[in-house]
């Protein structure tokens, strides 16, 4: 790779942020609500203070946010304090800043996510390559068909439906959260077998509901490949099925599937946001959830910068690994 | 000695567009499907728009969670809501706001990608580039920011499935533009250009009628994204609240703690619904993707 494409992916990748953080800038100053006024009428009717003071303090800390200042210069100090990691503070959890509370979940929906989306990539990309493969016995190339079927349905769902049969019909799992009540938090081997079993539901909902389209593409794309001329003469050159299927029909069938899997990250992260709201688990979309809940106005925009600009650079960043896959782009 | 019969010039019966359209759908078996849910899930809503009391639909109609009985077949919830009557409404509100979203997402889409494809240049580059900017950043993230921060009061069906097409067209105009970029260079048009056909009677008479095969498919794809994105919202408590639409009534029986409770019905049923109406979207899709493009056509 030159370094001139390097270059411009880098560049795209700024401009992606950039347009990300323009977009959670301007569209809440577009509203026409105020969520500082919003969340503090809220204390006022729980009595907190009288309705006299809310004035007061809604310009104290509209001052303190910057929001009396001309709306350039909000823009300019917005971007700036983004270019410092600076994403405020919370407003519910008061003297954490959002990029604790980030750092904070943010283990949790890494492990579900990445275990998840690899496992269900290669699971897929497996089953996929077999059901178009015509020298696979014929129960393996069928074991893809259900999962083909699942396509259409989203992972959310799944998780409904999976909670419903598995842990409430039959009680092997637990129903939601991320460890049993009760106990409590320790490096302990029963406390970690307890964690991983209450990970097991939401992570069979993520793998189910994104391994169809995997198997989809890659059935697909196995029988293109399969006509190839390359393929027909491995054939007759006499090599054996298992070189063939790994060598000259997998590896050339997955390079697609690659640009598939930069391009399915956004998706993956949207499920797994809901997911983890709806298992009650302690990573970044139940940090959210609860933010959009309680008026929580600058957890909302951190999380979402933060996740959009994880997703463009992981993006980015899969592309610069294709050439490793791909010879002849690394050879130009 | 054996008499040679001679064969009758036999009259040929040419079928129907009817048994053309059963036998078409005979072959491409996951459009049949698709469309029989379809019919089947329209059946349900219409018929049931028609019988029920709308009133049942919303709180405090009913006796609360009762399960699933001869009076209430699909039982009620914690609000006292009949979900029989709420799931009626709810599968309505939602193919509103799928098909409005859907419909709006691809007009914009046709009338970009038109633009971008046909005419080139500074424009071409201008659209696609906004396009390729905006295709990494998760859209479902930008939707929140925008869903949440709309006043709740204020937020309806038709908000939602404004907020839901806002990042929804890009996809659309891509197709679409690719499609065009093609097409333009086709032999009918050249002929067409030769003959003195201007620019809009080229679009409008030998390039649309051949895109729309695309266009129905792009707009199959735009339902099915906008019902599962405001279900998506709808689940983390952005949607209209009062309304009882699908992914509100998982949202309230996941707040409510319906499966620590015992309620399994409430959450249950609407996620079944759903999972009917996105998967007979997605078998519809797969059938269409089959017209549309002759290459994918019978790959087994």
Known sequence: MSLKTLIQRLLFLVLVVWAASTITFFIPRISSKNPIRERFAELARTGGFSPQDMETIVAAYNQKFGLDKPLWQQYVDYVSSIARFDLGVSFNKYPKTVWELIMEALPWSMALLSVTTVLSFIIGNLLGAVAAWPRAPQWLRTVATPFILLQGVPPVLLGILLIFFVAFRFKLLPISGSYSIGTVPSLSPEFMLDVSRHQILPALSLIFGTVGGWVLSMRGMGVTIQGEDYVLFAEHKGLDGYTIFKDYYLRNAMLPQVTGLALALSSVVTSGVVIEQMYGLPGLGTVLSSAIQSNDFLVIYGIVLFITITVATLMVGVELLYPLLDPRIRHE | ?300
Request: glycine share 10%.
């Open chain 2, 1 to 300: 000695m054996t008499t040679i019969a001679i064969s009758q010039p036999q009259v040929v019966l040419q079928p129907g567009r009817l048994t053309l359209l059963l036998r078409y759908l005979r072959r491409n078996k996951s459009l049949a499907i698709g469309l029989l849910l379809m019919f089947a899930l329209i059946a349900f809503t219409v018929i049931g728009l028609a019988t029920i009391d709308h009133k049942t639909a919303y709180p405090l109609a009913v006796k609360p969670k009762q399960p699933p009985s001869a009076q209430y077949p699909f039982g009620t919830d914690f609000f006292g809501r009949d979900l029989l009557a709420a799931m009626v409404i709810g599968m309505w509100q939602t193919a509103l706001i799928g098909v409005l979203a859907g419909a709006l997402g691809t007009l914009i889409g046709v009338v970009l990608g038109f633009i971008s494809a046909y005419f080139g240049g500074f424009l071409d580059a201008g659209i696609k580039g906004i396009c390729q900017i905006l295709t990494p950043i998760p859209a479902f993230l930008i939707q929140i920011i925008i869903a949440g921060s709309l006043d709740r009061r204020d937020v309806t069906i038709y908000t939602m499935a404004f907020v839901v097409v806002l990042l929804a067209w890009m996809g659309p105009t891509l197709v679409i533009r690719s499609q065009v970029l093609t097409m333009k260079e086709r032999q009918y048009v050249a002929v067409a250009k030769l003959s003195g056909t201007g620019d809009l009677g080229i679009i409008f008479g030998e390039i649309l009628p051949n895109l729309l095969p695309f266009i129905v498919a792009a707009f199959a794809t735009q339902v099915f994204a906008a019902v599962f994105v405001s279900f998506y919202l709808a689940v983390l408590g952005l949607g209209p609240l009062r309304e009882p639409l699908l992914g509100n009534i998982v949202w309230a029986a996941q707040k409510q703690g319906a499966f620590f409770n015992g309620w399994w019905w409430w959450p249950v049923e609407p996620a079944l619904a759903l999972v009917l109406i996105l998967g007979s979207l997605a078998l519809i899709n797969m059938g269409l993707d089959e017209l549309a493009n002759p290459r994918v056509r019978r790959t087994e």
